[in-house]
C-alpha cells in the first residue's frame, strides 16, 4: 500500500501594520525635531549676529562722533547707504547673491521703509553723539515698548504678560535714571525719543515687507532700501551744509580716524544685514530688545568711552534695573525657545 506525502503548508503572517506606522511615526518625529534644533539655531545665531554688530557699530560711532569730534551725522549716513549699496551690487555681479533688477512699481512695494530706515540712522547717531553712551542706552529701551505696541498694531501679535514686565521694568529704570541725569540736553533727548520711534518703525515693516514681498528677497529689500534714500540724504546734506562740513575736517589724513570711520560706514551695512535676519526669524520685538541686552556691555563700557558720563547713585541704579529687564527678557525668551508656545504666539515664532 502506497504512503501519501503530507505536504506541509506554511502560513505567511503579515507585518503588524500598527508597527509601520510607529516606525514611519518615529521617523517623522526624528525629521521633525532635527528642523526644529535647526530653526532654534537660526533664531539664536542671528539674534547673536545682530547684537554683536550693533554693539561694535555703536562703539565705533561713539568713538568718531565724540573722541574724534566728527562734525556730520548726516555724512556718516551717507557712507553707510553706500557702503550696502556698493556691497549688494558686486556680490549681485559676482553671483553669490541675487535680487531683481529695478522696476517701476518697487518704491511702491518698499515704501514706507525707506523713510524709517534713513530716519533711524540720522536720529541714532545723533543720540549717539549727544548723550554719554550709558544713559542712551537706557533711553533707548523706549523703542522696546513703541516696538511692543506697534506689533499688537501692525502685525497683530500680542506678547504674554512675562514679555510685558520685562519690558515695563526697563522703561522705569530708564524713567529712574533720567531723573537723575546730569548730562540732560533737551537735543540728545529729543534725538533719542525719535530713535525710538524710527527704530521700532523700522523693525515692523522690514517683519511686514519680508513676509509680503514675493518678488523681493531679503536683498532686495535691503537694496533698494538704502538706493532709494541715498540721493534725499545727499541733497539733505548739501542743504544744511553738512558735506562741506565735513570736507573740511581736519582729521581724514590721520589713518586711525579714516579706518574707523570707514569700519563704521561698513559696519552700518553689516548691521542691516544682521537686523534683517534677526527680524526674519525671530520678530521685530526679539531684535529691539536683543538690541536692549546689547546695551548690557554698552551701558558700562561707555562710562569709560568719550568721556562725557557724569556718575550719580539714583542715576546708576536706574541704569542697572534697566540692564537687569533686560537680562530677563534674554532669559524668557532665548532661553526657553523650546516651549515657545508660552511665551509668544505662533504667529511672532513663525516666518
Known amino acids: ?39 532654534l539655531w537660526k533664531k539664536i545665531g542671528s539674534a547673536l549676529f545682530y547684537g554683536v554688530a550693533s554693539f561694535f557699530l555703536t562703539v565705533v560711532n561713539k568713538t568718531v562722533l565724540t573722541s574724534w569730534h566728527f562734525p556730520s551725522i ?14 549688494l551690487y558686486v556680490g549681485k555681479q559676482m553671483d553669490v547673491i541675487t535680487f531683481p533688477d529695478f522696476k517701476s512699481d518697487i518704491p511702491r512695494k518698499m515704501m514706507p521703509l ?24 537706557a533711553l533707548r529701551r523706549f523703542s522696546i515698548l513703541l516696538t511692543m505696541l506697534l506689533e499688537i498694531k501692525i502685525l497683530g501679535v500680542k506678547p504674554s504678560l512675562a514679555v510685558k514686565i520685562s519690558v515695563w521694568c526697563m522703561i522705569s529704570g530708564a524713567l529712574v535714571a533720567a531723573v537723575d541725569d546730569l548730562t540732560f540736553t533737551i537735543v540728545g533727548y529729543s534725538y533719542v525719543m525719535l530713535a525710538n520711534f524710527m527704530t521700532a518703525a523700522y523693525g515692523v515693516y522690514i517683519k511686514q515687507k519680508l513676509d509680503i514681498a514675493d518678488s523681493i528677497n531679503r536683498y532686495g529689500v535691503m537694496f533698494y532700501n538704502s538706493l532709494l534714500m541715498i540721493v534725499p540724504a545727499i541733497v539733505l546734506a548739501w542743504f544744511t551744509g ?91 525668551v532665548i532661553a526657553k525657545k523650546s516651549d515657545p508656545e508660552k511665551l509668544l504666539p505662533k504667529s511672532t515664532q513663525q516666518v
Open 242 to 332: 553738512d558735506l562741506h562740513t565735513a570736507f573740511k575736517y581736519k582729521h581724514w589724513a590721520n589713518v586711525w580716524f579714516s579706518a574707523q570711520f570707514f569700519s563704521s560706514c561698513f559696519m552700518g551695512f553689516i548691521l542691516t544685514y544682521s537686523t534683517f535676519l534677526c527680524t526674519q526669524y525671530n520678530s521685530a520685538l526679539t531684535t529691539a530688545m536683543v538690541g536692549c541686552f546689547k546695551n548690557v556691555f554698552v551701558s558700562y563700557l561707555g562710562m569709560f568711552i568719550g568721556g562725557d558720563y557724569i556718575f550719580s547713585w539714583l542715576n546708576c541704579i536706574g541704569i542697572n534695573i534697566s540692564v537687569i529687564a533686560s537680562i530677563y527678557y534674554t532669559y524668557i
Open 74 to 87: 548726516l555724512v556718516i549716513s551717507i557712507g553707510q547707504l553706500a557702503a550696502a549699496i556698493i556691497v
Open 1 to 39: 500500500m502506497r504512503k501519501t506525502k503530507s505536504i506541509k503548508t506554511y502560513k505567511l503572517i503579515p507585518i503588524d501594520e500598527e508597527e509601520e506606522d510607529s516606525s514611519e511615526d518615529e521617523q517623522l518625529n526624528c525629521n521633525g525635531n532635527v528642523l526644529e534644533s535647526s530653526e
Open 114 to 137: 525707506p523713510f524709517f530706515h534713513l530716519g533711524n540712522m540720522v536720529t541714532g547717531l545723533g543720540g549717539t553723539q549727544a548723550l554719554p553712551l550709558p544713559m542712551f542706552t
